[in-house]
């Protein structure tokens, strides 16, 4: 079984704003036990990702959201649901903006490879890679597991 972590749920600038959270409740109390209404909102933030259970002997996978960094949610999902494989590069945005009126933008580029349903829609991220060299030498080690591909 291979667990494949994507990342941060709410993106690089709420993570972090739930650190604040989490280090403003537990210095406040000190002061307050209302101060843990900021603790358990600011691990929710820190701390949730997303991720991809890959089960190559039952052949299935559950694309999952890990509340808390603990419980995870996710539906298995047969491998005869899809066809077969995609390899895409993704840019996601993140921006914000702070109270100044200071905008803050960061594009990260990543190669996700990406398994596809009979409708031809992408539907289940298996992972992300850096260069499509890695995400090739994945699929090709995957290729055998699903029915839509040739070993």
């Known amino acids: 079984m291979r667990d494949n972590c994507l990342g ?11 650190y604040v959270l989490i280090a403003g409740g537990l210095i406040g109390l000190y002061y307050s036990f209302t101060s843990l209404a900021l603790v358990i909102p600011g691990i929710f933030m820190a701390f949730t990702y997303t991720g991809t259970l890959i ?23 047969g491998s005869d649901q ?5 390899i895409a590069k993704v840019t996601k945005k993140y921006s914000s903006v702070s109270r100044g009126s200071v905008g803050f933008s960061m594009n990260i ?17 298996l ?17 055998g597991f699903f029915p839509g591909e040739k070993e």
């Not at 089960?55 to 999902?77: C, E, H, M, Q, S």
């Not at 580029?109 to 991220?125: C, G």
């Open 8 to 18: 941060k749920f709410f993106g690089p600038s709420s993570s972090y704003t739930g």
């Open 55 to 77: 089960d190559l002997k039952n052949k299935r996978v559950r694309p999952y959201t890990a509340l808390f960094g603990i419980y995870r949610t996710g539906k298995w999902i």
């Open 82 to 86: 899809f066809t077969g494989f995609s």
């Open 109 to 125: 580029s990543e190669i996700r490879l990406l398994l596809i349903n009979k409708f031809n829609k992408s539907n289940v991220v």
């Open 127 to 143: 992972n992300h890679y850096n260069n499509f060299d890695d995400a090739k030498k994945e699929l090709s080690e995957l290729s």
